[in-house]
């Protein structure tokens, strides 16, 4: 059962106690959901000065009235992580959102399957964005590699990919299982092949790249998406 963590009735000043009392009670690889009624930003770089390499930070939905993000207790406490891990961990992430989502379709919990599939489209959307905002940038300023390296194929095919996330959107509002079917296949066809190759080549050659301080760095504006 999922842990949740709602401060939206708290006075203020009572709000970040909790979630660092709560935090510290995690165990690693444990994690609690936040619920919120604004952008939890000032939180996030709390938690990043007094928690660095602890934590895992994972927007849920981000507004306009309620803010839900998951923190999570890694299960290895570093300050120099890789890019490989941090985005593997998201890849993982979201495989299991996408898997809960096919569940609840399949035996016709609409209500569920559509806050799943929002969780997901959040997520996958948040992820491509990092890349082509934060990652891919800082990988061709390194290696000169515009136009034909690496990063043009993922930015290519991530526009096919968030192609498919509207399609499902569209069908998921208007349950048609059918056509949820249909774009699914084809997205988790695209993805597996797309995060291989991120996962193979993209991300480790970026660690070999990056400094560990820019590897942080890339991580915290990262998290901040
Ligand atoms: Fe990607
Ligand atoms: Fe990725």
Redesign the pocket.
Known sequence: MEKILDVREMVPRERHPRIFDTFKGLNPGECFVLVNDHEPRPLLYQFQNEHDGEFDWWPLEQGPQVWRVEIAKRKVNDPNRTITEY?QT??RRLDSIMERFQNAKQTGRWEEASRDFREFNLGLRR??QI?EEILFPAFEDKTGMRDAGPTFVMRMEHTEIKGLLEKILNAADSKNATQIDESSRALLNILGD??MK?EHILYPESDGIFSDFEKVQVIKKAQAV
């Open positions: 985005l998201d890849h992820h491509i890349e797309h995060n991120e």
